[in-house]
């Protein structure tokens, strides 16, 4: 079955203790994207890769880091969480980013206290 | 002016109405838009996109796009109590990298 994965699905952590979310897609996707959604902000792009080794800043970066060593795995790292990092994020990705068709994860649920 | 920009609703339609969505969007050189359906607590899935000025159908979905105006629509006629949800607008921006930005979401729900 053709999917990204995501782990955990929840977590609640306190400030300063770095964490990693996993995502991992099953479909040969070269664009991979990091997503957080926030109550009446929608969905903002944090990272995306157009392809392994290839990295680059959405509109909001801060705080976050992301790697692409493999083409299926596109993790991020909280280096040192804070509360305004509280947030749903959703981990995506696509054929190409031309192609659109961007299939999501199940999405993370991360409270930082 | 924010990229993608979506009325946020909440819009309400009697169940078998057609619901009208509607989007704009700010680089003019953007060439694929997308909808997205969320339920409350799921993440995004996709049901239609379009890349050329007119209308394309998908059962109950019809996507309009009118690049001259930098808009584009979502209608769902027919509209089930299943439809109730956040439907997102989203676009390929060529302008401001190779990014995908998405709209606010309008929360539309069918009354039975």
């Known amino acids: 079955e053709a999917q990204v994965t995501q782990n955990p699905r929840y977590l609640i952590t306190v400030t300063g203790k770095k964490l990693t979310v996993t995502c991992s897609q099953n479909m040969n996707h070269e664009y991979m994207s990091w997503y957080r959604q926030d109550p009446g902000l929608g969905l903002r792009q944090i990272y995306y890769s157009m392809n392994v080794e290839v990295t680059d800043k959405g509109d909001v970066p801060e705080g976050y880091k992301v790697s692409r060593k493999e083409k299926r795995n596109f993790p991020l790292i909280l280096e040192s969480p804070s509360p305004n990092q509280t947030s749903l994020y959703f981990c995506?990705?696509?054929?190409?980013w031309g192609q659109g068709m961007i299939i999501f994860g199940p999405g993370t649920r991360l409270t930082v206290l | 002016q924010k990229e993608v920009e979506q009325n946020s609703g909440p819009l309400s339609v009697p169940e078998g109405a057609i619901a009208s969505l509607n989007c704009t969007y700010s680089d003019r050189g953007s060439q694929s838009f997308f909808w997205y359906r969320q339920y409350s607590g799921k993440s995004p899935e996709l049901i239609m996109s379009?890349?050329?000025?007119g209308d394309k159908e998908d059962g109950r979905f019809t996507a309009q796009l009118n690049k001259a105006s930098q808009y584009v629509s979502l209608l769902i006629r027919d509209s089930q109590p299943s439809d109730s949800a956040t439907y997102l607008c989203a676009v390929n921006m060529i302008n401001t990298g190779n990014q995908f930005y998405f709209g606010t979401g309008t929360s539309l729900t069918v009354i039975p």
């Open positions: 995506a990705s696509s054929l190409s």
């Open positions: 379009i890349y050329s000025n």
